[in-house]
């Protein structure tokens, strides 16, 4: 199961041409728990929307380099077929995916701190 959550990082989306279906996109992405009293809820994968100039804007880099070096490091991420995180996207009505953008390298970015401060809550 997966869900999808806003990133506050606006960024450029230049039109890059679509990848091919079998391409392995690398996606901005995090588990989210279940709070412990939950126990009728399973963990689910959080898919991270970046903010358009017109609202949420899904995306996906065509390497693990290339999402490092726009969003950090620290930032966690899945692997997908753009065959498939693409007909997700459509099919919950945000529109196109776009690939590879430009982001604001002075927007908030995961940090080393958020990840061991996730893993201790979680």
């Not at 692997?79 to 390298?105: I, K, N």
């Amino acid at each position: 199961m997966s869900r999808i959550d806003r990133a506050l990082n606006p960024g450029h989306y230049d039109e890059v041409p679509a990848p091919s279906a079998d391409t392995v996109l690398c996606v901005p992405a995090h588990p989210q728990y279940p709070l412990p009293e939950r126990t009728d809820l399973q963990p689910q994968i959080v898919f991270e929307l970046l903010e358009g100039p017109t609202g949420p804007v899904p995306v996906a880099f065509t390497s693990p380099q290339l999402l490092v070096e726009r969003l950090g490091e620290a930032q966690p991420w899945v692997a997908a077929s753009a065959e498939w995180f693409v007909g997700l996207m459509r099919r919950t009505g945000l529109g196109a995916v776009h690939l590879d953008p430009q982001t604001d390298p002075l927007a908030r970015r995961w940090s080393a701190a958020d990840l061991t401060e996730y893993r201790r809550d979680a």
